[in-house]
């Protein structure tokens, strides 16, 4: 069983629980936002991601209920809490209702889901989190991660084992295709769930086949600096279906089960294939899986500076070929590259949210300033900064 001593977020959402219900929680479950290292839109192709866990978690404290109730409320980041409306669990169903949820949308799906797998024990959840929202981090996939281990360990299973971990990010998955409506891959609750402590995840998402990669940036004198632009652009959720309709498109056109099937030595011949609007997306799609394999090489053989060009190249790829990157990204990494950062991309769907810069430790202050003094300059809101760590996946939270 993955058991942490318990986090601040842990902490927050036993204590919010008790002072609501009038009782201590039977238990606590958090899942952490991620960071992806590369492997962007290449999740819904079948293809190669390479994420790691932050030490930002969502928490869920919990009791059972026999009622089929499912009661959720939710510590927000001014310390008060929102209740959603009490939820018969038998009733949920995907649909335009979903919409009118908001936030508890999210919930409400995974406990869809998991009544469709036969558990359907009803629950009271108190939520308390510090995954930054609206950042490109995945603080969806930990809300859905952490209900999902807290419904399950409340129904009276054990915490899932590695096999299992999948099968939940699966769930995870389906809650926010069918439920919320949102067509995203699988990345990011198999980030959540799956990712270990100290590691990448190096996940073939067609095989479901996944290696923990040490990853020990700090050892070789490196740091993640993860850079929230703060930014969410309004056309995200449609920009990202546009391009994942777009890859599909172009594997049927080629008569392939998805982009993942083209190899790098056949790409100038499927291009040709292909109407001119598509080449793009799948050039980004195939050169990127490449992208991540040499990453993981690199990772193995502890060349750990020599990721910088990759994640260059994966920018380039995502702002010209796939076109989701953003003007305060393009900034970010700009800046961060010029300060003498060893290289810098935007993570996650992109559209505005977060950037990740690899930088040697002594830069580290430096790089901050200087995109800081950028930000200002232009204008713009700051972004917040932070060393990314590679922490543990989803888990029983120690009371
Ligand atoms: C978002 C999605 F949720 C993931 O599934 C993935 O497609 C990612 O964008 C892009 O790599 O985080």
């Not at 080449?279 to 053989?301: D, I």
Request: glycine letters at 10%; charged letters at 25%; a negative charge.
């Amino acid at each position: 069983m993955v058991t942490h001593s318990a986090t601040s977020s842990s902490a927050t959402a036993a204590s919010a629980f008790t002072a609501l219900h009038d009782r201590t929680p039977q238990g606590v479950w958090s899942a952490p936002g991620r960071v992806n290292l590369i492997g962007e839109h290449t999740d819904y192709n079948d293809g190669f991601v390479l994420p790691f866990a932050l030490p930002h978690r969502l928490a869920a404290a919990g009791s059972g209920r026999d009622d089929g109730l499912l009661t959720v409320a939710s510590v927000g980041s001014d310390g008060r809490l929102r209740h959603a409306e009490p939820m018969r669990i038998g009733e949920l169903a995907p649909g335009a209702d979903a919409a009118e949820l908001g936030w508890a949308a999210y919930p409400a799906g995974v406990a869809w889901v998991l009544r469709e797998q036969g558990f359907d024990r009803g629950a009271d959840l108190v939520l308390a989190g510090d995954v930054p929202t609206g950042a490109g981090l995945s603080s969806s996939a930990a809300l859905e991660c952490a209900v999902a281990l807290a419904l399950l360990g409340l129904a009276g299973r054990d915490e899932p084992d590695e096999a299992a971990r999948v099968e939940v990010a699966r769930w995870a998955q389906r809650a926010e295709n069918e439920f919320v409506g949102v067509p995203t891959g699988v990345l990011d609750q198999t980030a959540s769930m799956c990712c270990v402590d100290g590691h990448a995840l190096f996940l073939d998402v067609r095989s479901g086949q996944a290696e923990q990669v040490p990853f020990d940036a700090a050892a070789a004198g490196l740091r993640i600096l993860v850079i929230d632009t703060r930014v969410k652009h309004a056309h995200s959720e449609s920009g990202y279906g546009d391009r994942r309709q777009g890859t599909e498109r172009a594997a049927d056109l080629l008569g392939i089960k998805a982009l993942r099937d083209i190899a790098a030595d056949e790409l100038d011949t499927s291009l040709a294939a292909l109407p001119e609007e598509l080449r793009p997306l799948v050039r980004h799609v195939v050169t990127e899986n490449e992208r991540v394999l040499h990453a993981v090489n690199l990772l193995r053989e502890g060349r750990l500076a020599d990721l910088g060009p990759l994640l260059d190249a994966s920018h380039e790829s995502l702002r010209i070929d796939y076109r989701v990157s953003a003007t305060e990204l393009d900034l970010a990494v700009e800046t961060a590259r010029s300060a003498g950062a060893l290289g810098a991309r935007m993570t996650g769907g992109g559209f505005g949210g977060s950037a990740i810069a690899l930088v040697r430790a002594e830069h580290q202050d430096s790089v901050e300033a200087a995109v800081t003094a950028a930000f200002d300059r232009e204008g713009l809101r700051l972004p917040r900064m932070f060393v990314g760590v590679p922490s543990p996946g989803a888990g029983t939270d120690a009371a």
